[in-house]
């Protein structure tokens, strides 16, 4: 069953190291905002991550696919990247919310959640190098960011940094 998957392009191994690289970075991300009781668990993380660099590994297989000589068949990468980045924009506008004393909290939740997606894309297109730096610059920014921005903000006896 797993030689018939189907794949012209990749092998089922790069396809299953590029999911597993997905759920670990999915996993990684989630875990800092579940750690700090932010709106969307760490399993959210994981499937957007997951699903993302599924799409991608598709939209590659897919255009592989058609490239060879059906000209009626035109396969745009960059809509099927900002049509998936659009859609897991609205996921993270969810965790966004305005409280009654006039402070919009759950910004960098929203945010990481699409930099999941983003990193997922990366990850599905076998772009290893790129991933690697963005999710570094992402975790630091949340986990550096997270200690200063009750101290910041003022609000480090209540807890409530990003």
Not at 9 to 14: G, I, K, R, S, V
Not at 58 to 73: C, K, P, T
Not at 128 to 140: D, K, P, V
Request: hydrophobic share 50%.
């Amino acid at each position: 069953m797993i030689d018939s998957l189907g794949l012209s392009l990749f092998t089922w191994q790069e396809v299953a190291l590029r999911v597993a690289i997905a759920m670990v970075i999915g996993l990684a991300i989630g875990w800092e905002r579940d750690c700090k009781n932010k709106p969307i668990d760490f399993r959210a993380y994981m499937i957007v991550c997951v699903t993302t660099c599924v799409i991608a590994i598709m939209s590659q297989e897919l255009s592989n696919n058609f490239a060879q000589g059906q000209d009626f068949f035109d396969l745009d990468l960059g809509k099927i990247i900002s049509g998936t980045l659009t859609g897991i924009g609205f996921l993270g506008a969810g965790a966004i919310i305005k409280r009654e004393d006039d402070r919009v909290v759950g910004t960098a939740t929203g945010a990481s959640i699409w930099a999941s997606g983003g990193l997922g894309l990366t990850i599905g297109f076998g772009a290893y190098g790129l991933t690697f730096i963005g999710f570094t610059a992402i975790a630091l920014t949340l986990l550096v960011g997270g200690y200063f921005m009750p101290k910041v903000n003022g609000h480090e006896e209540e807890g409530l940094g990003e």
